[in-house]
C-alpha cells in the first residue's frame, strides 16, 4: 500500500560563531593579499591602528629649580697704598786686613863702612853695560862690527857636472831641482860653516855642493859704515839642468 507522504522544507538557521569564524578567515586572507600586494600601504594602516590604541606615558616631572644662594658683598675696592721706599742704608768699606811682615833682625857686622853688598852704581870704573867711548860696541855712539854691505862672490864656478854622482834613476831624476846652501864669509873672502837652508831630493848632493862652495868660491866680504871688512851671511843656491 502505498502512501504519498510530504516532507516539510524548514530553513537552517546559521550559528553566530560559525558566521564570525567566516568573517574572520575572509579578513586573514584579504590582510595577507594585502601584505603581499602592498606591504608600504599595510605597515602604515598597521602604524596608524596601533598608535590609536596606543597609550600615550606621561611626560617625566620638570626638575626643581635650583637653590637661590645670596653671594657675600665683597665691597668696593679700597684706595691703593702708598709706595714703599726703602731707607738708605750708607755703604761702609770692606774691612781689608794688611798683613805686616815682622821686623827683620839686624845682621851683625864688623866692618866700619856705612855700605856693604853689591851696589847698584859704584865709584869706580868698573865693566859697564853702555860707555862713553865710541868703541865697536853694539852700546856706543859709532856702528862698530856691523855689516852695511852684503859679501859679493868674485870668482869661481860650480858649473861642471862630473863634481855630483849619478843618482839613483839617472841624472834626469835630479834635473829641475836646486839646493840653497847658507855660508858665512870672513873677512878674508872666504867661505865657511856651510849649512843646508833649503834642501832638495839629493842629500848628497847637497853635501858637495857645501864642500865646492867652501873650497872652490871667492867673495869680496861685507863691510861696515867705517869700511872696514866685517864677516856676514851668504846665501848660494845651485841648480841642476
Not at 158 to 168: E, L
Not at 169 to 180: E, H, L, M, S, Y
Amino acid at each position: 500500500m502505498a502512501t504519498n507522504g510530504t516532507y516539510g522544507a524548514h530553513p537552517r538557521r546559521l550559528s553566530w560563531p560559525l558566521v564570525a569564524g567566516i568573517v574572520l578567515l575572509h579578513l586573514a586572507a584579504l590582510y595577507g593579499l594585502a601584505r603581499a600586494l602592498a606591504p608600504d600601504f599595510t605597515a602604515i594602516v598597521e602604524r596608524e591602528v596601533v598608535s590609536a590604541f596606543s597609550i600615550a606615558a606621561p611626560p617625566p616631572p620638570a626638575p626643581p629649580p635650583p637653590e637661590n644662594r645670596s653671594e657675600p658683598d665683597e665691597g668696593a675696592q679700597g684706595d691703593p697704598g702708598r709706595a714703599a721706599v726703602a731707607q738708605p742704608v750708607p755703604s761702609q768699606p770692606p774691612k781689608v786686613r794688611v798683613k805686616r811682615d815682622p821686623p827683620l833682625p839686624r845682621a851683625a857686622s864688623t866692618g866700619t863702612a856705612s855700605l856693604s853688598g853689591a851696589a847698584a852704581a859704584g865709584e869706580g870704573t868698573g865693566a859697564a853695560g853702555s860707555g862713553f867711548g865710541t868703541g865697536s860696541g853694539n852700546a856706543g855712539n859709532g856702528r862698530g862690527g856691523i855689516a852695511v854691505s852684503k859679501p859679493v862672490h868674485i870668482s869661481g864656478s860650480i858649473d861642471n857636472a862630473r863634481d855630483f854622482p849619478v843618482p839613483p834613476g839617472g841624472r834626469a831624476a835630479r834635473r829641475g831641482t836646486q839646493v840653497i846652501v847658507r855660508v858665512v864669509v870672513g873677512t878674508d873672502g872666504r867661505a865657511r860653516d856651510c849649512s843646508v837652508y833649503r834642501a832638495s831630493p839629493d842629500a848628497e848632493a847637497d853635501r858637495i855642493t857645501c864642500r865646492l862652495v867652501e873650497s872652490r868660491l871667492g867673495f869680496r866680504p861685507a863691510t861696515d859704515a867705517s869700511g872696514n871688512p866685517v864677516a856676514a851671511p851668504f846665501f848660494w843656491r845651485q841648480q841642476w839642468f
